[in-house]
């Protein structure tokens, strides 16, 4: 990216011996909002404290709107981060939570009350001032947090798993406030997390982490639809994943032809268990288990290609455990991979 706003450069993230990030490039354009997505352990909160100030590179750079960072103390970096955990002052009012970063800044208390307020305004917390963080629900005290860092006016604000410790629908409502707070305040924004769901619904790109390294970089529609790899595919919901071997599946019983060709240069194919092909096809099967999931009912088959998994509308006839199954594995309608393992 050439008009890049963060950008790492060969970034080397170390913990004494154990390198836990390598040699990672990374573009970040002003104003964007970035998911780093992946599982425990692949780099992503390690990257996201090295951005912070709080880890400092064994090797490589940092630099942020045209200048090199990599050196800079947390302190002077203009990032803003929000803990996991809020990090709330169980002992001071929202107002006094937010404002006590601009205090330790000395600015001015006209200034400070202007900008505590607009900051409380912005997520919706003006008539919470007075009270503190055990009188708030947990999607407010994350507003709290979030207000916080943003009344600091960082260039880049960073986000540890901003909703794993809400409910279901409280992260909902979480997710259209971070969308509206960034829309609305431009601010670069990049948010760690390990569900594919969040990273889909908030992200402008996504950046899927695995080993200390980058898999794949995408909008939420390339990830979804167009994942680069097997485990990309697996990660955003493509359960049945085959490398090819010569044109064919490769599978535990050996090379199985498909029903059509398969794509030049593709390493592996990939189907999500809605494109499986039920009640006709070349391939058979068993059903070993059944579920009912609203809308759909899912299936688990028994193959001499390993387990299928498949899913149909649930208005369509149930399968019964132990019953044989035809189904298709259609070439049209997979992911094509260009790298497998």
Known sequence: MSDAYLQLDKLTLAYGDTVAVRDLDLAIGKGELVALLGPSGCGK???????????????GRIRLDGADITRVSAN????????????????????????????????????????????LKSVGLSA????????LSGGQQQRVALARSMVMEPKVLLLDEPLSNLDARLRLEMRAELQRVQKETGVTMIFVTHDQVEALALADRIVVMLNGGIEQIGT????????????????????????????????????????????????????????????????????????????????????????????????????????????????AGAASLKRFG
């Open 128 to 135: 919470f001032a007075s009270r503190k963080p055990a009188e």
């Open 220 to 331: 939420p529609e390339e990830i979804y639809n167009n994942p680069a790899s097997a485990f990309v595919a697996d990660f955003v919901g493509f359960e049945n994943v085959f490398a090819l071997k010569d044109g064919k599946l490769a599978t535990p019983n050996g090379p199985v032809g498909l029903s059509g060709p398969a794509p030049e240069a593709a390493a592996g194919l990939a189907w999500r268990p809605r494109m499986v092909k039920l009640g006709s096809g070349a391939f058979q099967g068993t059903v070993r288990g059944t579920s009912f999931a609203g809308n759909t009912r899912e299936y688990l088959l028994d193959t001499p290609l390993g387990p299928i998994k498949a899913e149909i509308d649930a208005g369509l006839p149930p399968h019964e455990i132990g019953s044989p199954l035809s189904f298709d594995l259609p070439v």
């Open 76 to 119: 002077k970096r203009a990032v803003g981060l929000v803990f996991q955990s809020y990090a709330l002052f169980p002992h001071l009012t929202v107002y006094e939570n937010v404002a006590f970063g601009l205090r330790l800044k000395g600015i001015s208390s006209q200034d400070l009350d202007a900008r505590v307020g607009a900051g």
């Open 45 to 59: 909160t390690t990257t996201m404290r090295a951005i912070a100030g709080l880890l400092t590179p064994a090797g």
